[in-house]
């Protein structure tokens, strides 16, 4: 299915700038499996192609360990943690969220024509500012995971942003 491999494009690609960051910033950034910070521990919201892309996971587990997982999903609350957090680590680690793959990382957004840059308190602690082209934009991100028959010519932007992170 094209959109499924364009879906599949995009995260090898969100990746790989992540990676880029923590080839940069590695020791800056403290993410790590059973962190314990709050980022999974919040409910978060899924676009269908990822809620479709973890039915997919599913598929290629055992039996029992995707009736636990489908049993964790039943029980979970829509404001409680993700129902995926097991013992500090996601039973679906590699079909994780884009969310999930860029959180703690430096994020720009847009809100009423005025651009900021997040990332997680517990990282990028003893630094002023990140470089522009090391800073995931969120906007081509969601243009695609909300229309993804729409776009055609997949591709992370590398932004052009002076202002101190
Ligand atoms: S984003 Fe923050 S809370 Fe989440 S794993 Fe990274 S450091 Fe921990």
Known sequence: MQVLRDYQKLIAEVDQFCYEIRQ???KY???????PGNCCQRHITVFPIEAF?????LLQLSPEQASHIRYRARLASSFGPCPLLEDGA???YGSRAIICRTHGYPILSEYNGHQSVGYCHKNFKELSSVS??????LAPLKIFLGKPKKVVGLKLRR??????A
């Open 24 to 26: 940069r910033y590695g």
């Open 29 to 35: 950034i403290t993410c790590k499996k059973g962190c």
């Open 53 to 57: 892309a973890f039915a997919r996971a």
């Open 90 to 92: 996601c039973l679906l």
């Open 132 to 137: 522009a082209d090391r800073i995931i934009e």
């Open 159 to 164: 932004i052009r942003y002076s202002k101190s």
